[in-house]
């Protein structure tokens, strides 16, 4: 008796836990797709299995497998509305440069860079290694690609890079000498309002395509080609 009493405590919990962490919505459109791309995969990846199991065949199974689960996890688990996508590299170079400059102008003895949003952290481990003297935080609210980020800063022994799991709107950027990001429309514009607000004068923001709202003067542009045109927004907080 008391056995199944505990078992159905257990239950409870489990069924709460799901209501709190799972809103099943009405499938939209992107669920269709989704799901046909999943269903695509799948076929795929049977195809290769059905063949001779060479190196290159293995490789791309597991790519395929990767996209598979990568696409499922975006669409069913990632909360934030914000894809995993990465910065592309020659946008990630000029970021790091630019930060590099900043920190040299500055003369500073500690800089402390925040990426709202880390993603797997491809972007911080760059600017950890090109700025060893600085102090580099990711932030992201996501499960997954923040267990990725802890995995490779391991991998890489990159010292001056942490990460933390949580959402960014709380976290107090007081002292905070520069901030990279790669978010949405929507999600910038109400970070900008915060970044202004908190900010230190003189603190650097580079927002990879998307712009902030706020007090914000009107900022520098950077473009390159990516293989499409990818603009970086770079604003400066104004030393009164
Ligand atoms: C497009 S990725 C950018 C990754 C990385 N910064 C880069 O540029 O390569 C944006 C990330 O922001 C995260 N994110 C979105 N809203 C967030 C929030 N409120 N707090 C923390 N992370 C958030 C998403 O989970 C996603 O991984």
Same mark, same amino acid.
């Given at each position: /008796? ?13 069924? =709460? ?27 795929? +990846? ?12 293995? =490789? ?16 069913? #688990? ?29 003369? =500073?003895?500690?800089?402390? +860079?925040?990426? #709202? ?61 520069? +901030?990279? /990001?790669?978010? &949405? ?21 580079? &927002? ?33």
């Amino acid at each position: /008796m008391h056995k199944i009493t505990h078992n159905l405590g257990f239950m409870k919990n489990i069924l =709460a836990h799901l209501k709190t962490n799972f809103t099943v919505t009405k499938p939209d459109f992107i669920d269709l797709m989704v799901l046909l791309f999943v269903i695509g995969f799948g076929w795929l +990846v049977v195809d290769l299995w059905n063949k001779p199991h060479d190196i290159i065949t293995i =490789a791309t199974m597991l790519a395929v497998i990767y996209f598979m689960i990568r696409t499922i996890y975006e669409r069913v #688990f990632n909360r934030t509305n914000i894809p995993t996508l990465e910065t592309p590299s020659v946008l990630i170079r000029e970021m790091a440069k630019m930060l590099k400059a900043d920190f040299n102008q500055k003369q =500073a003895t500690a800089y402390h +860079v925040v990426d #709202f949003g880390s993603g797997d952290g491809q972007l911080t481990r760059k600017i950890a290694r090109t700025l060893p003297q600085a102090d580099v935080l990711g932030i992201e609210n996501a499960k997954l690609p923040y267990t990725q980020s802890l995995f490779f800063k391991k991998l890489f022994g990159i010292k001056n890079a942490r990460y933390q799991q949580s959402d960014f709107f709380d976290y107090d950027c007081r002292t905070v000498d520069a +901030v990279v /990001m790669y978010l &949405s429309v929507q999600i910038s514009q109400k970070l900008g309002e915060k970044l202004y607000r908190e900010l230190k004068p003189g603190a650097l923001v580079i &927002s990879n395509e998307f712009e902030l709202k706020g007090q914000w003067p009107k900022p520098e542009t950077v473009q390159r080609h990516t293989p499409f045109k990818n603009t970086l927004y770079i604003y400066r907080k104004a030393v009164t």
